[in-house]
């Protein structure tokens, strides 16, 4: 996997905010592992004093096709490759091999690109503009690896919650956890879900928990957790459930990012654990509506929740509700709303990128 920097259309300059947002102290440890895509328009206005101090091994430099049209321009890019930073081309050029590039990155929305364009170069290559279910597929079939879009938010996500008794005892734990019901109730309730039983029991033995005897029970995995952590895990592990193709599910990534970017930027304006809590609650909630095929106010109606939490999800009401506009669409206005400084919101992407990736990891 890989993280692409992408900016409005109005940024004067993608590559310099890039490099600034990757100078940023300790940045490539919280993304490890994933490679950084940077899109550089103009090859040979890149100087060395640009990349210095990144490791070359991490960055992919994304190029436009139409910018390596002159001989001046492929030396360029060959000679980076030589340097060891990969180079992607964005959409298909004649002279990608000469140029040093090691993929391709295609705007798959309405076409894909011909079969030797993808074959030529080794990869991974990305896909863009897939925004639905059966795009992705035909991607994946025609070998891109890596996509982005609107994919994880299809509709058709929602089959992977199974039927209407599944989507019943789903409600029903979404419920109990929001009115912090007790222990022995949980219990009750995992039984009767044989998959989130599992993934759960999963979690509790991870290398996340480092337990030197395994964890073989219900109660006993609520013991170890603690309710603040049963809670937590057990909202992503509604996400977690495997699809009928037995792949992850897309929206589990995405919701671990909502929920920990959201708590990181309630602390950093002085809120206490609860207002954290609720915070996260609301990040991890607010794709309810895409994972169970349901309307939010009906999601809503079925769960205990705090007014504040309500009013987010519904409305985007309230500071909650600004957060999470802010953290669906990161732009001046929705940082300026919600009162959240440009560096602040990225310090807490980054918390939210690590939490998420060993999240990832350990589901």
């Known amino acids: 996997m890989a993280l692409a920097f992408e900016f409005p259309s109005d940024t004067v300059d993608a590559l310099q905010a890039s490099l600034v947002l990757l100078n940023y102290p300790e940045v ?13 328009a103009e090859p040979l206005r890149l100087e060395a004093g640009h990349l210095e101090g990144l490791p070359a091994h991490r960055l992919i430099l994304r190029v436009p096709a139409g910018a390596v049209d002159e001989p001046a321009a492929q030396k360029k890019c060959a000679a980076l490759a030589e340097q060891g930073y ?30 030797l364009a993808l074959v030529a170069q080794p990869g991974p290559h990305l896909a863009r503009g897939v925004d639905t279910e059966q795009r992705f597929d035909e991607c994946a079939d025609a070998g891109f690896a890596w996509f982005m879009g609107d994919f994880a938010r299809c509709p058709a996500q929602a089959a992977s919650t199974g039927d209407g008794t599944s989507r019943k005892r789903l409600l029903a734990l979404l419920g109990m956890l929001a009115r912090d019901a007790d222990s022995r109730e949980l219990e009750t309730l995992l039984k009767q879900d044989p998959a989130l039983s599992y993934q759960l029991l999963k979690v509790v033995n ?8 395994p964890i073989h029970s219900f109660g006993q995995a609520i013991n170890v957790l603690g309710r603040r952590q049963l809670q937590r895990w057990l909202q992503l592990l509604l996400y977690a459930r495997q699809q009928d193709d037995a792949n992850a599910n897309p929206l589990l990534p995405l919701a671990a ?26 990040g991890v909630f607010s794709l309810l509506d895409v994972l169970l095929g349901m309307p939010m106010s009906e999601i809503v109606a079925a769960l205990n929740l705090d007014l504040d939490v309500m009013a987010a999800l519904l409305e985007r009401g309230g500071p909650l509700g600004q957060m999470l506009l802010l953290v ?36």
């Not at 490539?28 to 550089?40: E, G, R, S, T």
């Not at 990012?257 to 609301?282: I, N, P, S, W, Y």
């Open 28 to 40: 490539f440890a919280a993304l490890a592992p994933l490679d950084c895509i940077v899109a550089v």
């Open 328 to 363: 669906e669409q990161p732009s001046g206005a929705t940082l300026a709303a919600a009162g959240i400084a440009p560096e602040s919101y990225w310090q807490g992407q980054l918390q939210a990128y690590h939490w998420a990736i060993q999240v990832s990891r350990n589901l």
């Open 206 to 213: 991870s290398a996340a928990f480092a337990l030197s005897t």
């Open 86 to 115: 990969r180079i992607m081309f964005d959409g298909v050029a004649a002279k990608a091999t000469q140029s040093g590039a090691r993929a391709l990155m295609y705007d798959c929305a309405t076409t894909l690109p011909p079969v």
């Open 257 to 282: 990012v909502r929920a920990a970017q959201m708590e990181a930027l309630c602390k950093e304006q002085g809120g206490d654990r609860d207002a954290q809590d609720l915070a996260f609650v609301t």
